[in-house]
């Protein structure tokens, strides 16, 4: 069988979205992704994904699906949780979906990217798009994160090899192992830290200080310095991260913008989370955590998103059930449909709709972790899109709502 | 197809394009178009009485961006303040959406505010090329108007290369090569020169003929490159110019340096209020308003938006960086600043304006002046610049304060007078605006300004946007509840209610250059950007370009 190549297309097996990758397919299946990482193979696979329709766990007709979708979430409090693998024309008809039912709509961001969000709302954020931090920057600092881990081109992609890197650990969460400096702060003096560096640009007169706080101050100097400043943190981190971590940033990026230039990059995971956030924002006016119940949105950020997921009577997940972080999914209680890529392969569903996955079997848009949207090509055909499906569900609330 | 017909039957049309002011005229419509006349029998809305006038065409608003996106994500505060329900549509004619207020509405809430104060047509003022997919899906989701945007250039490194380079021709093809890629409906500079400076550390460029650092391209060669560009090309709109220096105290005359930088070559400046500050020795915190107006009365090739300051909550959003960084140094508000790969920047910092301020009181006055100054209202358009002076929905207060002096002098006299010494509002500027005049600012002049022969006017062939008003001795409450809304035919807002809210169409250009040029473009994207060259422009764009 004669194999085709296509691209460059749009990778998002992470943030990093690199868009320089060429596909290799053979028949129905991809056979090689030249230039992705590991974490980019694995998310591109083999193309292959189930394309069946359940409604209780027997076939049935879309038709039949999707008003049972409707449904289940005109019932009772109702959640729609929207996961990776979505382009951001279904995110869109999914958010219009939940507010037609008047349910809760919240996202992945809310388990991962939180905390960076809600202190940016607080304080706002020096940042910059990765191609800048690659033009400009001549000092990175990684501050508790080395990118090869979970970003594995990010520094291939998005930065100069000429630039001084800095490592900062803080406790076990350590920067790339060939930084040119490095600095370790314990976890618990990270906020201290923090904010004797953000005292330190500021020009403020220093006490004395313990030498982990101590070494921070000096790297503020140093800081100050560069002529661009990049400082790189993960906002999906594993493990206890300090809640004052993403403020204290926020406030040394800031600062570090009065002597010299300084944008903090925060890094994110895989499958669009930013188109996410982007298209949340656009239509309701809050990123993540949205509560429609009164016929109006209204931000809810600091409810546990787990506890908004077991309160829920239904649930309707759109995007890859796989990718539902494991404290949401062990909170789905109610009755739950599913429309997007592997739903059919997701526990408890009364509905569920296979799709294609954005990016590989559906065109659209995808937002790289520095909010630049990227085109999305279909490489392989499926029998449904995700976009159409929850189109269709959106459509049987405007049809419910005439009826009425 | 009588469901397509309408006749607005009794009115008295204010259609300034076509010379009429105040008459008593139907306005026949069929298939989305005005036309000459119907048959007996076609569906008719009895106006009566009430003021008749072409669609609102909003030259210059920031509503649909990646920066627009980041000010929403900045302001929860605000959205749950002023949380939006869902219009009661009538049946069958979509899915209504909730949304959420303050100086930067959601999207759909935006779409039906424009439509419930009679504006169809809407233009956000700066985007970013590589966002440009951005605003598109964001205009996907404002509906009830036609909507278009500018992409911001001359803070590119592609064109400063050009002009280094001496290479004005190949700047032009890139120009077009950006506008069609884009789907974008004209060009918009934003301190010239200055982003770059900002990013690269040289902070910024203050002046017109000092050149960016490392490089020869200034201010002056930036505006002239871009100018020259776009009046070769034969686009709709001029170059949509934000000066150096805006909100700068003695900034008038960087302003007047740019008009006289472009004498003769056709160009709109921007928000000029933001750009008219200097006292009599022509520095410092005073109005310049009487000698940059005297200026633009003289010179026919030079077009501009007041961007009036209106007191109360704002939001400023600009790609200049620099002035961000001020206002957030000044302000100690929230700042964000995004510095844009090979193209621009952008800044955003939440603001309010006070009456008893006395640079907010010096703005409100120096925008007042240019319009009470403005001899030609066809090419002094009104803006405020939303939401960085204030927000769209202040319009028919504005409105009033042209219209109506007595209110003007008692808001005048609330006012902080410390800067206002040589402003000509002291002076007792007596005009009041005409209902055609109001007609020319707010539709028919920004249509013409921007090449849209089918808006603006409602003669046979035109595009079927129309307000009806109906009279109000107050003259903002007669503005912010149009009794209806026409929009491309269909009754949107009636009885001042929003029933219908159709997806607007999209306005954009796609100018022809040499193909050849794409190699160079090519290789620089190779070299120098994130992003493949294949993956950049904009696919499937709506409608057809102008």
């Known amino acids: ?101 008047g349910a809760r709509l919240d996202s992945v961001t809310s388990a991962t990217g939180a905390p960076s969000i809600v202190a940016g709302q607080r304080r706002g954020r020096a940042t910059a798009t990765l191609g800048e931090i690659r033009r400009r920057a001549d000092l990175i600092v990684y501050w508790g994160v080395d990118p090869a881990e979970r970003y594995p081109r990010y520094r291939e992609r998005y930065t100069r090899a000429e630039a001084a890197i800095v490592a900062v650990d803080i406790g076990r969460m350590r920067g790339p192992p060939d930084a040119s400096e490095r600095i370790g702060v314990p976890a618990e003096r990270e906020a201290a830290a923090l904010g004797v560096m953000r005292a330190a640009v500021l020009g403020r007169k220093l006490p004395d200080l313990p030498s982990a706080v101590a070494a921070a101050a000096a790297l503020a100097e140093r800081m100050m310095r560069g002529r661009y400043v990049s400082i790189v943190h993960d906002a999906e981190a594993e493990g206890e991260v300090d809640p004052q971590r993403a403020e204290g940033l926020i406030g040394l990026a800031h600062a570090l913008n009065v002597p010299t230039r300084c944008a903090l990059t925060t890094l994110r995971g895989g499958g669009n989370r930013s188109g996410a956030d982007a298209a949340m924002t656009w239509q309701t006016g809050y990123p993540f955590a949205v509560d429609f119940s009164l016929g109006i949105p209204r931000y809810r950020p600091d409810e546990p998103a787990a506890g908004v997921a077991a309160a829920a009577a239904s649930v309707l997940v759109a995007g890859d059930v796989t990718a539902v972080p494991s404290s949401i999914a062990s909170a789905l209680t109610g009755r739950l449909a599913i429309i997007g890529p592997r739903a059919s392969e997701g526990a408890k569903a009364e509905v569920a709709i296979d799709t294609g996955m954005a990016g590989i079997h559906e065109g659209g848009t995808a937002y790289r972790l520095d909010d630049v949207p990227l085109p999305l090509t279909p490489l392989l055909s499926h029998p449904r899109t995700a976009v159409s499906v929850l189109e269709a569900v959106g459509r049987a609330f405007a049809q419910r709502a005439v009826s009425q | 197809m009588s469901s397509e017909r309408l006749r607005i039957a009794g009115g008295q049309l204010h259609d300034p394009a076509n010379g009429i002011d105040g008459e008593v005229r139907d306005i026949c419509i069929e298939n989305g178009r005005v036309v000459e006349s119907l048959p007996p029998g076609a569906p008719t809305l009895d106006v009566r009485g009430m003021v008749v006038m072409p669609g609102g065409v909003d030259i210059h608003s920031h509503f649909a961006s990646s920066s627009c996106n980041h000010a929403r994500r900045l302001i929860p505060e605000e959205h749950a303040a002023e949380p939006a329900h869902r219009p009661a549509l009538f049946d069958g004619e979509g899915l209504p959406r909730s949304g959420s207020g303050g100086t930067v509405p959601s999207t759909f809430t935006t779409g039906y505010r424009y439509a419930g104060l009679g504006y169809t047509t809407v233009f956000d003022a700066a985007v970013a090329p590589v966002m440009a997919r951005h605003s598109h899906a964001e205009m996907d989701d404002t ?64 002046d017109l003929d000092r050149p960016l650092e490392g490089r020869r391209a200034t201010a002056r060669a930036i505006l002239e490159t871009l100018v020259d560009a776009v009046n070769a090309l034969q686009l709709p709109h001029a170059t949509h110019i934000h000066c150096n220096n805006l909100g700068q105290p003695g900034n008038s005359a960087t302003t007047l340096a740019t008009m006289r930088a472009l004498a003769g070559r056709r160009a709109h400046l921007t928000h000029l209020q933001f750009h008219c500050y200097g006292g009599p020795d022509g520095t410092g915190w005073g109005s310049a308003a ?39 140094q000044s302000s100690g508000r929230k700042w964000v600043n995004i510095d ?105 002049g920004p249509a013409r300004l921007l090449g849209l022969a089918h808006k603006g006017q409602l003669g046979t062939g035109a595009d079927a946007d129309v307000t009806v008003y109906a009279r109000n001795a107050d003259i903002a409450q007669m503005f912010s509840t149009p009794r209806y809304v026409v929009k491309s035919g269909r009754v949107v807002v009636e009885e001042g209610q929003l029933r219908r809210a159709p997806k607007g169409g999209r306005l954009r250009v796609q100018p022809g250059y040499d193909d050849a040029a794409l190699t160079d473009i090519r290789r620089y994207f190779a070299e120098s950007s994130t992003i493949q060259f294949e993956n950049y422009p904009v696919r499937n764009l709506p409608g057809d370009p102008r």
């Open chain 2, 143 to 206: 509906p009830c108007v036609d909507a278009g945007f500018f992409a911001l250039l001359g803070n590119d490194e592609y064109l400063l290369r050009q002009i280094d380079a001496g290479e004005r021709e190949r700047a032009r093809d890139y120009v077009a090569w950006m506008l069609g890629a884009t789907g974008a409906y004209a060009v918009k500079v934003v301190n010239p020169g200055g982003v770059e400076a900002w990013k690269s550390g040289q902070r910024n460029l203050n």
């Open chain 1, 1 to 101: 069988m004669t194999a085709r190549r296509v691209g460059p297309v749009v990778c998002l097996g992470c943030g990093c979205a690199c868009d320089d990758i060429g596909v290799e397919l053979t028949g129905d299946r991809i056979t090689a992704a030249d230039r992705a990482c590991a974490l980019g193979r694995s998310w591109f696979g083999d193309g292959q994904l189930p394309a069946r329709i359940l409604v209780k766990g027997s076939e049935a007709t879309l038709a039949i699906a999707v008003a049972r979708a409707a449904e289940l979430l005109q019932g009772g409090p109702g959640l729609v949780y929207l996961v990776p693998g979505l382009g951001t024309e279904a995110q869109r008809a999914a958010i219009a979906v939940a507010d037609a039912a």
């Open chain 2, 290 to 328: 009487a000698r940059v107006m005297e200026y633009v009365n003289a010179h026919p090739e030079v077009s501009t938006d007041v961007g009036q300051v209106m007191f109360g909550p704002a939001c400023t959003i600009t790609a200049d960086g620099p002035v961000e960084f001020l206002l957030w």
């Open chain 2, 340 to 444: 844009i790969e090979l193209e621009t920047g952008c800044g955003i910092v939440p603001y309010s304006y006070k009456e008893k301020a006395a640079v907010s009181a010096l703005q409100w006055g120096v925008g007042l002046e240019l319009f009470l100054l403005s001899k030609d209202p066809w090419r002094v358009v009104l803006s405020t610049d939303h939401p960085n002076g204030g927000s769209f929905m202040s319009y028919p207060q504005l409105i009033q304060l042209l219209m109506d002096r007595s209110v003007r002098d008692e808001a005048l006299k609330r006012v902080n007078q410390k800067l206002l010494a040589g402003s000509a509002l002291l002076d007792g500027l007596t005009r009041e605006y005409t209902l055609n005049e109001i007609a020319i600012v707010t539709r028919a």
